[in-house]
């Protein structure tokens, strides 16, 4: 599929982990977390880890097929539940918005 074809928005969700707390993190991600998206219409795409660099350590990027989905997913209130639970196990959270390509993209 060509860039020009490729459809859809990523949230890009950005963060650093909290010391001593990744083995709880990968449980919750897994277990929770990603599911608990997943039911908002957002598909996990893609996860970063950055080695080095003042870029954060972990970038999530969750495919929406399209501005709408989105949107709701974001203003619900689900959304602000598992977003300030992930805020427990991490730091320095973020997210941005882009139109979805085929390759790497960040804020």
């Not at 990744?22 to 996860?47: C, D, H, K, T």
């Not at 969750?62 to 730091?91: F, I, M």
């Not at 320095?92 to 390759?103: K, M, N, Q, S």
Request: glycine letters at 4%; aromatic letters at 18%.
């Amino acid at each position: 599929m060509a860039a020009s074809e490729f459809q859809g928005y990523k949230l890009l969700v950005t963060y650093n982990y909290l010391p001593g707390r990744e083995m709880a993190y990968r449980r919750f991600m897994i277990n929770q977390w990603l599911p608990a998206v997943q039911s908002l219409g957002l598909e996990p795409l893609e996860i970063f880890h950055t080695m080095w660099g003042e870029y954060p350590v972990r970038q999530i990027s969750l495919y929406a097929p399209d501005l709408a989905t989105l949107r709701r997913a974001l203003r619900s209130r689900e959304w602000a539940l598992w977003w300030q639970r992930l805020g427990h196990y991490v730091r320095e959270l973020d997210y941005c918005i882009v139109p979805a390509r085929p390759w790497f993209q960040f804020c």
